[in-house]
């Protein structure tokens, strides 16, 4: 495997968070884990919520791409929440564009992440995001 720093992207000011991440490029396909730690509070800059960059391109084929995503709230909202992270089928393939998780309203409908708490609000611990999957690449 090999390591590389995934980021957020859409980030409105600090970025408070720490990432890492590990994939593997065999065939033409990537299989990625991708973790970011949010330490301090930190807000996406529009209501699309933050997005993630990948280690290589994905083959953009006029299809959405789809991942498994889970958000540990830890101390902020002591829960675990499960979702996706998308790729828009007008994306360019080198990003993620929404990380969205199963809300409580709405019939369970997946709502864009656009706020980790890191250490605001007496939060003791970091909250942690987690995507993974496979691409193919371009």
Do not use: C
């Not at 299809?63 to 828009?88: C, K, N, P, Y």
């Not at 007496?122 to 909250?127: F, H, L, N, P, S």
């Amino acid at each position: 495997m090999t390591s590389w720093t995934p980021k957020l992207t859409n980030v409105s000011g600090v970025n408070g968070t720490n990432g890492y991440g590990e994939y593997v490029d065999a065939n033409g396909v990537v299989t990625f884990t991708a973790m970011i730690v949010a330490k301090k509070e930190t807000k996406a800059a529009t209501s699309a919520g933050f997005g993630l960059t990948l280690p290589v391109p994905v083959k953009q084929s006029g299809a959405r791409t789809i991942f498994q995503l889970s958000l540990d709230g830890r101390d902020a909202d002591s829960g675990v929440w499960t979702g996706e992270a998308m790729i828009h089928a007008g994306g360019d393939g080198k990003t993620i564009e929404r990380l969205r998780v199963t809300g409580t309203s709405n019939g369970s409908a997946v709502q864009n992440i656009g706020f980790l708490y890191g250490d605001a609000e007496g939060a003791k611990d970091a909250e942690i995001i987690t995507v993974s999957g496979s691409y193919v690449r371009a």
